[in-house]
Nanobody
Framework: VQLQASGGGLVQAGGSLRLSCAAS????????MGWFRQAPGKEREFVAR????????YYAASARGRFTISRDNAKNTVYLQMNSLKPEDTAVYYC??????????????WGQGTQVTVSS
């Protein structure tokens, strides 16, 4: 399966962005999905995870209360709504299929990243 992330861009602090991750070449409707990010000079880190049906979500402490992960299995797409963005949210954001449980940055399939830049 190929994952295509989009929706990144430049936004001022306090603003919002909605990232999308569209899957092709296979269905993601039966697997958990996740979002991760990697800032310059830092390791890739977990952001959010959603189970296969969308009934359970899990967030990193940095994302909790500001970000919302969701999915539309009919569209084979996962979303990350990011509100109240901060400069420290600046990173390349990646979507992934079947991420490992917990905070580790491991998954079976990775999409290419989309850049999010938050200006102060």
């Amino acid at each position: 399966v190929q994952l295509q992330a989009s929706g990144g861009g430049l936004v001022q602090a306090g603003g919002s962005l909605r990232l999308s991750c569209a899957a092709s070449g296979g269905t993601i409707s039966s697997v958990a999905m996740g979002w991760f990010r990697q800032a310059p000079g830092k390791e890739r880190e977990f952001v959010a995870r959603i189970n296969w049906i969308g009934s359970s979500t899990y967030y990193a402490a940095s994302a909790r209360g500001r970000f919302t992960i969701s999915r539309d299995n009919a569209k084979n797409t996962v979303y990350l709504q990011m509100n109240s963005l901060k400069p420290e949210d600046t990173a390349v954001y990646y979507c992934a299929a079947n991420p490992a449980v917990g905070l580790t940055a491991q998954a079976d399939y990775w999409g290419q990243g989309t850049q999010v830049t938050v200006s102060s």
